[in-house]
């Protein structure tokens, strides 16, 4: 999503453009001012009941909702002496996170613990067939694991909670890669 910011500066020619992703190219003629480019298949993201989900090469099962939030940083902004308002404001820093909540139906050991890092697969769709396929990829590090149990129809289940870190190869790249497939 790219933004072109118009500042009510003195120099009214002068114009901010700030790149958040660099999906949208800029269009020509420039945007008015607070006109945005979403991406089509832009994030944060919730998955209820993914069709696969796999986490440091381990399958998990009774998976019942995946998360992938984002969370800005210290933001830039900018104020002129015209008033008290901001001008521009950037969020160049970005922390992507995302949680697993699946239920246990057995016992099972731990197969993760904080501190290990791997791949996290994730495959989702709008209805059982194949079609419009979604498989979300991403480098992780785990941050917690935790369990609490749920009372559900008379009986009690166990929850598993995943807080996991996506980490970005290189810093520029998003650390949340998608690919479409649309089997017909």
Same mark, same amino acid.
């Given at each position: 999503?790219?933004?072109?910011?118009?500042?009510?500066?003195?120099?009214?020619?002068?114009?901010?453009? /700030?790149?958040?992703?660099?999906?949208?190219?800029?269009?020509?003629?420039?945007?008015?001012?607070?006109?945005?480019?979403?991406?089509?298949?832009?994030?944060?993201?919730?998955?209820? @009941?993914?069709?696969?989900?796999?986490?440091?090469?381990?399958?998990?099962?009774?998976?019942?909702?995946?998360?992938?939030?984002?969370?800005?940083?210290?933001?830039?902004?900018?104020?002129?002496?015209? /008033?008290?308002?901001?001008?521009?404001?950037?969020?160049?820093?970005?922390?992507? @996170?995302?949680?697993?909540?699946?239920?246990?139906?057995?016992?099972?050991?731990?197969?993760?613990?904080?501190?290990?890092? /791997?791949?996290?697969?994730?495959?989702?769709?709008?209805?059982?067939?194949?079609?419009?396929?979604?498989?979300?990829?991403? @480098?992780?590090?785990?941050?917690?694991?935790?369990?609490?149990?749920?009372?559900?129809?008379?009986?009690?289940?166990?929850?598993?909670?995943?807080?996991?870190?996506?980490?970005?190869?290189?810093?520029?790249?998003?650390?949340?890669?998608?690919?479409?497939?649309?089997?017909?």
């Amino acid at each position: 999503m790219s933004i072109a910011f118009s500042s009510p500066s003195p120099n009214p020619s002068r114009k901010r453009e /700030g790149t958040i992703f660099p999906h949208c190219p800029l269009p020509s003629p420039p945007l008015p001012p607070h006109a945005l480019c979403l991406m089509p298949h832009a994030f944060p993201m919730l998955s209820l @009941t993914p069709t696969s989900v796999s986490l440091l090469s381990h399958t998990l099962d009774q998976v019942d909702a995946v998360a992938i939030d984002r969370r800005s940083g210290p933001l830039a902004e900018e104020r002129t002496d015209n /008033g008290p308002h901001l001008v521009f404001a950037d969020a160049p820093e970005q922390r992507v @996170t995302v949680s697993i909540t699946r239920t246990l139906t057995r016992d099972e050991p731990t197969l993760v613990r904080p501190g290990d890092m /791997g791949e996290l697969r994730l495959t989702t769709a709008p209805s059982a067939s194949d079609a419009q396929r979604r498989t979300i990829a991403a @480098t992780v590090v785990v941050t917690s694991v935790e369990h609490d149990f749920v009372r559900r129809d008379q009986t009690t289940v166990a929850r598993q909670r995943l807080a996991l870190l996506a980490l970005s190869p290189d810093g520029h790249t998003d650390p949340i890669t998608e690919t479409l497939s649309d089997a017909h």
